[in-house]
């Protein structure tokens, strides 16, 4: 049995280049736990230290750092050696993610677009949470993803597409409703649902800091991960919801979207990211067609 294979390179990799078990646990959609132990046993394997570890962080040893070029090299030949396959197939393939964090109506006119002006090009496309996402794109399982930012997108190439402002959603008889403009210290004493640091923990991250920027500090109900559900807890009167603009396309009685004040210092960035060094055909089309998203 080989010491080393690609999951545990991949692992060493991110710790590498992240010098933090928590942010490269977080990178991996993982605990930090685990990912200590994972690295613990790799390091028994070979018989050698790879990182030193103090109060002052992470640090490669002598060996780490002999280890991680060639690390990175194995990698990228697994990669090319994944996509000169994917070349030899009779049709060019498009494996493009989108982001859960907007309305997917929202792309729906740039797929549309895409399959007009490339007919030919078979087009996978895969849903989620922009992080894992992220993730996705940088272990070659997709060529490209439409991602809401701030994200980790450390390595990758990053294409500005269109910035979503934030809204919220209220019961419709709440008496907020009646206004045309909400601001957060309005919904201060109002139970509003968030989403945890887990799924998203850069937004998250910026998210804080605008609320505490305004004093705003209310209580926080677990957000459903589906937007249908979620809404239909607001339309049920059991909090508000703060949402990217594009969800007003999802109509449900009961829920009333108004404009937030502060929602452009919440805005999220979309963008295309993909590997710098993965030139896919379509990727420049697809930055070109952005004017398509409104």
Not at 29 to 49: C, F, W, Y
Not at 137 to 153: E, F, S, Y
Not at 220 to 227: I, M, N, Q, S, T
Not at 242 to 271: H, P
Request: proline share 5%.
């Amino acid at each position: 049995m080989r010491t080393l294979d690609s999951h545990a390179l991949t692992l060493f990799c991110t710790v590498a280049r992240c010098l933090n078990f928590r942010q490269a646990a977080q990178q991996l959609h993982m605990t930090q736990p685990p990912l200590s132990r994972a690295i613990k046993t790799l390091e028994d394997r070979l018989g050698v230290r790879l990182f030193e570890r103090d109060t002052h962080g992470v640090a490669l040893t002598d060996a780490g750092a002999t280890l991680l070029p060639q690390a990175l090299q194995i990698l990228a030949l697994l990669d090319k050696a994944e996509r000169s396959l994917l070349r030899g197939s009779a049709a060019p393939r498009l494996r493009l993610g989108l982001t859960s964090s907007v309305e997917a109506g929202l792309f729906r006119p740039l797929l549309a677009q895409l399959a007009t002006l490339r007919p030919a090009t078979r087009l996978h496309l895969q849903a989620g949470p922009s992080p894992a996402l992220v993730t996705a794109v940088r272990k070659g399982k997709l060529d490209a993803a439409l991602v809401a930012l701030p994200a980790n997108t450390f390595e990758l190439a990053v294409r500005p597409m269109l910035r979503q402002r934030m809204m919220v959603a209220l019961p419709s008889g709440h008496a907020l409703a009646r206004k045309r403009t909400v601001r957060l210290a309005d919904l201060q004493d109002v139970p509003v649902y968030w989403f945890e640091r887990a799924r998203q923990s850069a937004f998250f991250d910026h998210c804080q800091q605008v609320f505490q920027r305004h004093g705003y500090d209310p209580v926080f109900l677990r957000e459903p991960v589906d937007h249908h559900v979620l809404l239909a807890q607001v339309a049920a009167g059991t909090g508000a919801a703060l949402l990217a603009d594009s969800f007003r396309a999802l109509r449900l009685a009961g829920v009333a979207y108004r404009v937030l004040a502060e929602g452009e210092e919440l805005a999220l960035q979309l963008a295309l990211v993909s590997p710098p060094q993965h030139a896919h055909a379509a990727l420049e089309l697809l930055h070109t067609l952005k004017a398509t998203i409104v």
